[in-house]
């Protein structure tokens, strides 16, 4: 798994290039959030079950239809399945929050997803609406802890619902 500095370096030295203005501008402002970053990382740790229920309840509220007879979360096997994915994508976007980079979301999760998806007949647009709600609930229970909130908090989860979401629409 790569995080912003590793990323940074390899793509400097790739290009054979010093650090430059922009670089070292990259790197101060993930050392100054790097706390903020930790720290909610912690916290969606402390609440990851909770956070995955609370966002399963909201989902199925409202999109009823993926609970009923014929709905992709309709038995218990199904409904099950959705909530480890949400667990998976949570778990996942935490890993990107505390390296400050997407890679491990490319590398871990997105790569072939789709497909996957697409193949076992999963439906993606209610995929990204629970992972927009992942997104929510974090902001706010880090709000509601006192932790320093903003783009880096929701990148991860911005990365998830933008590669899953159609392109060719």
């Known amino acids: 798994m790569r995080d912003t500095i590793t990323s940074l370096i390899d793509n400097y030295d790739a290009k054979g290039r010093y650090l430059d203005r922009d670089a070292v501008d990259q ?4 050392f100054e959030t790097g706390t ?12 990851a079950a909770s956070l995955v229920k609370q966002a399963g309840i909201t989902l199925f509220a409202q999109q009823p239809e993926l609970i009923r007879p014929g709905g992709n979360a309709y038995t218990t096997r199904r409904y099950a399945a959705c909530l480890r994915d949400m667990d998976y994508y949570l778990r996942y976007a935490t890993y990107a929050l505390v390296a400050g980079n ?3 979301l490319d ?4 790569q072939g997803l789709r497909e ?3 193949s076992l007949e999963v439906p993606i647009g209610p995929t990204l609406v629970g992972i927009g709600i992942l997104k929510e609930l974090v ?8 932790i320093q909130t903003g783009a880096f908090l929701e990148a991860p989860f911005d990365h998830l619902i933008s590669e899953l979401a159609e392109k060719d629409i």
């Open 107 to 110: 590398e871990r999760v997105l």
């Open 102 to 104: 997407t890679d491990v």
């Open 139 to 146: 902001k706010s229970e880090a709000a509601a802890a006192g």
């Open 36 to 47: 903020a970053r930790v720290q909610a990382a912690t916290l969606i740790n402390s609440m």
């Open 116 to 118: 996957t998806y697409n």
């Open 27 to 30: 790197l101060k402002s993930y």
